[in-house]
T-cell receptor, first 111, second 114 residues
């Protein structure tokens, strides 16, 4: 089945700097790659997604890039702010039409 | 607020007991998913229902079962509880249950097994 690896597990960046979180997957048939953000004590929420026919997608300070050949995709957050502190999960669709989540990255924005 | 509701918010029980977690999807959503999130763990997919029928199964233990009712609300039943079942249980819903649907998560039920 699909295997999703997410790195790093913890990331600390200075406020204003950029943060990058990377995920790799195993099944070349995967076509949909969402990212969810979970603030402390809250529910996960979709922040951006990308489909396999697109290499990059941007929404204000957040962007996602996809390399289908290498089977990896990344979340980029620019000009980080305190409210970006959260756990971020990548996810991938599998052949059974399920979404498989990575183990998450805890992002700390340092003042 | 995602529109997905879960009850109860917290549940404390003893080993060996049985509990039922309840989820109501967003209005118009036909599919419901259940996830388990343990401390410092990701979201482990348990099971998915679509319009009352089981659609996909993940790493759900045999001690756990679920169903989706005609009014589309869903219940997750956990029996013979063990200490390791302590976790946050999330329900999510989506419109049609395909993988490319956005999943909207409920606030979760925190289960503590003592």
């Amino acid at each position: 089945g699909e295997n999703v690896e997410q790195h790093p597990s913890t990331l600390s960046v200075q406020e204003g700097d950029s943060a990058v979180i990377k995920c790799t997957y195993s099944d070349s048939a995967s076509n949909y790659f969402p990212w969810y953000k979970q603030e402390l004590g809250k529910r996960p929420q979709l922040i951006i997604d990308i489909r396999s026919n697109v290499g990059e997608k941007k929404d204000q300070r957040i962007a996602v890039t996809l390399n289908k050949t290498a089977k990896h995709f990344s979340l980029h957050i620019t000009e980080t702010q305190p409210e970006d502190s959260a756990v971020y999960f990548c996810a991938v669709d599998d052949r059974d039409d399920k979404i498989i989540f990575g183990k998450g990255t805890r992002l700390h924005i340092l003042p | 607020d995602s529109g997905v509701t879960q009850t109860p918010k917290h549940l404390i029980t003893a080993t060996g007991q049985r509990v039922t977690l309840r989820c109501s999807p967003r209005s118009g959503d036909l599919s419901v998913y259940w996830y388990q999130q343990s401390l410092d763990q990701g979201l482990q997919f348990l099971i998915q229902y679509y319009n009352g029928e089981e659609r996909a199964k993940g790493n759900i233990l045999e001690r756990f079962s679920a169903q989706q009712f005609p009014d589309l609300h869903s219940e997750l039943n956990l029996s013979s509880l063990e200490l390791g079942d302590s976790a946050l249980y999330f329900c999510a819903s989506s419109v049609s249950g395909v993988s490319t649907d956005t999943q909207y998560f409920g606030p979760g039920t925190r289960l503590t097994v003592l």
